[in-house]
């Protein structure tokens, strides 16, 4: 803890201020909501290590956040079982980033696919005008 009692994690040798994100899932030692970052909102997209060693209890835990999807981008030779059984209506995406093509898609293609294709582009360094063009076709 820091002063004011708000939890923090070691990262790199330095203290990191958690900002009350960090989630307690029973056999998961790295988890956390990624909301209020940006224009995420709360329980919309958490990040974690594999769900693995999820107990019982933190495959309940899991649910009970509202979790539905779960995109593992472990590549084939790294799958393990998991510990416990995973709830029922869970999905599991598999979408593994060996080399090869990957093609992501909603329905019509433009404002879901649009959005992804905005932060991959983002990421790869693209220019804004670069984004807004591409976005631009559709």
């Known amino acids: 803890m820091i002063p004011g009692g708000r939890p923090t994690n070691e990262r790199c040798g330095q203290r990191v201020e958690l900002n009350g994100r960090e989630l307690s899932w029973d056999g998961c030692v790295n988890v956390r909501d990624l909301g209020g970052l940006g224009q995420i909102r709360p329980a919309a997209l958490v990040r974690m290590e594999a769900p693995r060693r999820l107990s019982e209890a933190g495959w309940a835990a899991v649910w009970a956040y509202g979790v539905r ?27 593994s980033l060996d080399p090869g093509c990957v093609v992501f898609h909603c329905a019509g ?17 693209a220019a804004p005008e670069e984004i807004i063009a591409d976005y631009l076709l559709g």
């Open 69 to 95: 999807t779960i995109v593992d981008l472990r590549g084939a030779d790294e799958g393990e079982p998991d510990r416990a059984p995973r709830p029922a209506g869970l999905t599991t995406v598999q979408v």
């Open 109 to 125: 293609g433009k404002d879901r696919t649009g959005l992804l294709a905005l932060v991959l582009l983002t990421l790869a360094g």
